[in-house]
């Protein structure tokens, strides 16, 4: 069983919108509260390298995009309900990707953008940005 599930993915064209969410597909992740995750979303392009995108503590107070999505796209988190989404604005067709969510047990406040400090990921959904 994936850990995480997104969806909401799909086919738009550029300069429309999508938001992405990502749920534990059960009720804890590995035995831990979703609460106690830095969770991250990550993308993937055919031939390139997987791209951090955005990732946040596990308050959801501190939040970090990549160079390329800043100013576009918002990740926030509802620990209540055990989500996080990805609000994309003004998609480009570089955004054209596979879309991962991840998660990792801290509690800090770091930056987490490298994706090989996450553990638990999910399937991905594929992003397709028409021009």
């Known amino acids: 069983q994936v850990p995480l599930v997104e969806s909401g993915g799909g086919l738009v064209q550029a300069g429309d919108s999508l938001r992405l969410s990502c749920a534990p597909s059960?009720?804890?992740?590995?035995?831990?509260?979703?609460?106690?995750?830095?969770m991250a979303w990550f993308r993937q392009a055919p031939g390139k390298e997987r791209e951090h995108v955005a990732s946040?503590?596990?308050?959801?107070?501190?939040?970090f995009y990549g160079d390329s999505v800043k100013g576009r796209f918002t990740m926030s988190r509802d620990n209540a309900k055990n989500v996080v989404y990805l609000q994309m604005n003004s998609l480009r067709p570089d955004d054209t990707a596979v879309y991962f969510c991840?998660?990792?047990?801290?509690?800090?406040?770091?930056?987490?953008?490298?994706?090989?400090?996450?553990?638990?990921w999910g399937q991905g959904t594929q992003v397709t940005v028409s021009s």
């Open positions: 991840a998660a990792r047990y801290y509690s800090g406040t770091l930056e987490l953008s490298n994706s090989g400090l996450y553990g638990v």
């Open positions: 059960g009720r804890t992740l590995f035995g831990r509260s979703f609460r106690d995750h830095a």
């Open positions: 946040t503590n596990w308050s959801g107070l501190n939040t």
